[in-house]
């Protein structure tokens, strides 16, 4: 599937534009230097028709990542959240996966250049899980990357920063070229950070343990996996987890808006626990991808309905 080649509309600095004209120049100072942010966030069909899932959360954390890399933004919150209703809206979707990034534009180029504005775009396109739709039940084979997570201070992980994504891609594309189907990386100290685009979490003995967010990103579905699990009556310890404590782990899967929940089944040609999805992981996976479609009372609040 060419991308470019949909029809329906895409949101462009403020304007509803034809999805085959939401163009930008060559000069465009992000695709140079890949200093851009963005966000992944999705709807989902409900009773109420399609919502958002924590739209509120995504857009805050836009902002965070544009105030760190020092984004002037153009729009309020207020008017970014509304341009991701209107494209699920637009194009007539009941579930999609919506992309708003910001980039800086062909005003200047250059790392001097010191005149560029931040240009704003948002679309939505049906997107099911990337993950095949049995590994959602029997889980994932998973290789610990030979490239290093972020440090601390080179990229700034706490942004959702398009260059980051290079680190991203490298481990992804080693791990699928060696037959596996998703990578784990270790931070610059050698312990467990994330996935290409996943938070990790670990069960043993019926506790729960996600890496603290020193290195990886914060992510929208791991909050939401803390708060389903502590509901639940499950301890979450956020800690510093070693390469060695996955391999023993009961159970473990990953989190991230566009792969949902996904359990592991092996890492590093290690089985995990029995081998297939945990108990733990079926029930906290059942209650996601329950309360993203509405179904789960306690979690309403989390949906933004887009009509
Ligand atoms: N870590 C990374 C590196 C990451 O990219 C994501 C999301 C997460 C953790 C989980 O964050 P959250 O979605 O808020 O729970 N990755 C996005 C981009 C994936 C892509 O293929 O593009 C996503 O899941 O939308």
Known sequence: MDLSQLTGHIWLDGEMVPWQEAKVHVLTHTFHYGLGVFE???AYNTSQGAAIFRLQEHTDRLFRSAHILRMEMPFDKGTLSEAQRQVVRANGLDEAYIRPMCFLGSEGMGLRADNLKTHVMVAAWAWPSYMDPEAMNRGIRVATSSYTRH??????????ANGNYINSI???REALDAGFEEALLLDNEGYVAEGSGENVFLVRNGVLYTPELTSCLEG????SIIRIAEDQGLTVKEK???RDEVYVADEAFFTGTAAEVVPIREVDNRTIGTGVRGPITETLQRIYLESVRGAQADYADWLAPVA
């Open 40 to 42: 992944g966030v999705r």
């Open 151 to 160: 440090h601390v201070n080179i990229t700034m992980c706490k942004a959702k």
């Open 170 to 172: 490298l481990a992804l």
């Open 220 to 223: 929208i579905t791991r909050d």
């Open 240 to 242: 510093r987890i070693t």
